[in-house]
């Protein structure tokens, strides 16, 4: 029998950084792209494509051995390989994501348009479906889907719409790279 080990201070710190993480997120689409913003598309381009990466998955377990009388409590730390964010996951993201900004910038008024706001909005479900299609919890399109809505949920005009293309042209990018260091 195992139970998974929970900490809530861990928990309570992982919420408090996602909050402080959409808060940076949410002022780059709002207020423009900078120099910390190419540093964190770098770093998460180059997370999503890296594939020596492990996560520690702390289970408490319990074992029972009969032959032995003595019954034991065992404490495991599982090494879990990180699936990485495929470049066809991407590039099919990516895609949708160009052919709404040529539509976009067609128009002349600095308004979305609420058709286009649709059309954005429904990427998140199409996103949601690639990471239920991943069926491991622990695919990097988790971290790809989260950075990503954050992002969608704070385009309201026309000019956070391309500050939000230009941080995902970064983290595309970053990620190409880092995916052609890694088939070498």
Not at 11 to 16: G, H, I, S, T, V
Not at 19 to 24: F, L, T, V
Not at 67 to 73: A, F, G, M, P, Y
Not at 100 to 127: A, F, G, S, T
Request: hydrophobic letters at 35%; a neutral charge.
């Amino acid at each position: 029998m195992s139970t998974k080990f929970f900490n809530w201070q861990n928990k309570f710190q992982e919420l408090k950084f996602q909050k402080e993480e959409n808060a940076i997120i949410k002022a780059w689409i709002e207020n423009g792209i900078d120099e910390d913003t190419i540093k964190y598309a770098e770093k998460f381009g180059t997370y999503l494509a890296q594939k020596d990466d492990t996560a520690e998955d702390q289970e408490d377990q319990t074992v029972e051995n009969k032959i032995n009388e003595d019954k034991q409590t065992k404490k495991e730390e599982k090494k879990i390989e990180l699936k990485t964010l495929s470049s066809s996951q991407l590039r099919k993201f990516f895609g949708a994501i160009k052919g709404l900004q040529n539509k976009i910038l067609l128009e002349q008024n600095e308004d979305l348009k609420d058709e286009h706001i649709r059309e954005l909005l429904m990427l998140k479900p199409k996103l949601a479906y690639a990471v239920a299609r991943a069926k491991s919890d622990y695919a990097k399109i988790h971290n790809f889907y989260d950075v990503i809505v954050t992002c969608i949920d704070n385009v309201k005009t026309k000019q956070h719409f391309k500050n939000f293309i230009s941080l995902l042209e970064a983290i595309v990018a970053y990620h190409k790279v880092e995916e052609e260091k890694n088939s070498k």
